[in-house]
């Protein structure tokens, strides 16, 4: 199974990005619960967001609430984050992860696959 994260990039805050996390070798059907985390520079690892195999469960960081929106579409290998009024303190390498478990976690030494990264960079 390999997960790979695309559509990061450099953008003005105030701005949009969306991130997409592409499966190949599994569908996405088999994974129970996928996530998002972000490594901002310097720092740790941290969970931005995390839906379920039908969409009915996301959760949400309080830091991306009502800005970020995750989806997983069923027809389609892929997961997205949509992210919308970007700020600085969102730049980070953004991350996607999936797990075969249904509870939707935010812890991600329970996730068992990762994308390689995607660089958010967002200006001021």
């Known amino acids: 199974v390999q997960l790979q994260a695309s559509g990061g990039g450099l953008v003005q805050a105030g701005g949009s990005l969306r991130l997409s996390c592409a499966a190949s070798?599994?569908?996405?059907?088999?994974?129970?619960?996928m996530g998002w985390f972000r490594q901002p520079p310097g720092k740790e690892r941290e969970f931005v967001s995390a839906i379920n195999w039908g969409g009915s469960t996301t959760r949400y960081a309080d830091s991306v609430k009502g800005r970020f929106t995750i989806s997983r579409p069923t027809a389609q290998n892929t997961m997205y984050l949509q992210m919308n009024s970007l700020k600085p303190e969102d730049t980070a390498v953004y991350y996607c992860a999936a797990r075969f478990s249904q509870p939707v976690i935010t812890d991600p030494h329970d996730y068992v696959y990762w994308g390689q990264g995607t660089l958010v960079t967002v200006s001021s």
């Open positions: 070798g599994r569908t996405f059907a088999n994974f129970g619960t």
